[in-house]
């Protein structure tokens, strides 16, 4: 089983940035892609980024386009989610999560979760 570890999460003023770090280990076939995901109290887990190690393929959601990145760091197995312009309403639980096929955008085909990191935007 793949483990995952996200850290980075933290209190940031609107506007801010913020980089969250995965690092990965464990059975390789397991993490052909890497998801960030996010869930604010109240509200449906829900897609923020992904990373495909096979083909490269990115894909973000429409909230956070132009303002996040992801990328990744094979020699440490650690993928990032690097977030500029930061929100109020950008405040959730962020998790990473693996699969060992392509970048799904449907949180159930994602198996393998992190404990998730807590980011808040606030002044």
């Known amino acids: 089983q793949v483990q995952l570890v996200e850290s980075g999460g933290g209190l940031v003023q609107p506007g801010g940035s913020l980089r969250l770090s995965c690092a990965v280990s464990?059975?390789?076939?397991?993490?052909?892609?890497i998801g960030w995901f996010r869930q604010a109290p109240g509200k449906e887990r829900e897609r923020v980024s992904c990373?495909?190690?096979?083909?490269?393929?990115?894909y973000y959601a429409d909230s956070v386009k132009g303002r996040f990145t992801i990328s990744r760091d094979n020699a440490k197995n650690t993928v990032y989610l690097q977030m500029t312009r930061l929100k109020p309403e950008d405040t959730a639980v962020y998790y990473c999560?693996?699969?060992?096929?392509?970048?799904?955008?449907?949180?159930?085909?994602?198996?393998?979760w992190g404990q998730g990191t807590q980011v808040t935007v606030s002044s």
């Open positions: 990373i495909s190690r096979r083909d490269g393929s990115i």
């Open positions: 999560a693996a699969r060992s096929m392509w970048c799904s955008p449907r949180v159930p085909d994602f198996r393998s």
């Open positions: 464990g059975f390789t076939l397991d993490y052909n892609a």
